[in-house]
């Protein structure tokens, strides 16, 4: 997962429930401050981000 990330994120934590827009995510932190990745489904799209309100405006654009 540390590829996804353009510096090194640190150790990764364990992975755990949130949401996106009132949909269920799965995110997970790592040792950084601030670096984290969550991924979610809405409908047909999958949305990855390393930002959670990235994620949250990638949900708004496609209608959730």
Same mark, same amino acid.
């Given at each position: 997962?540390?590829?996804? +990330?353009?510096?090194?994120?640190?150790?990764? &934590?364990?992975?755990?429930? *949130?949401?996106?827009?009132?949909?269920?995510?799965? /995110?997970?932190? +790592?040792?950084?401050?601030?670096?984290?990745? &969550?991924?979610?489904?809405? *409908?047909?799209?999958?949305?990855?981000?390393?930002? /959670?309100?990235?994620?949250?405006?990638?949900?708004?654009?496609?209608?959730?």
């Amino acid at each position: 997962l540390a590829n996804l +990330f353009l510096t090194n994120p640190g150790e990764a &934590s364990v992975f755990k429930n *949130g949401e996106i827009n009132g949909k269920l995510a799965r /995110y997970i932190t +790592f040792s950084k401050e601030g670096a984290a990745l &969550s991924y979610s489904w809405f *409908g047909d799209f999958f949305i990855v981000s390393t930002n /959670y309100n990235g994620a949250k405006e990638a949900a708004r654009r496609i209608g959730f």
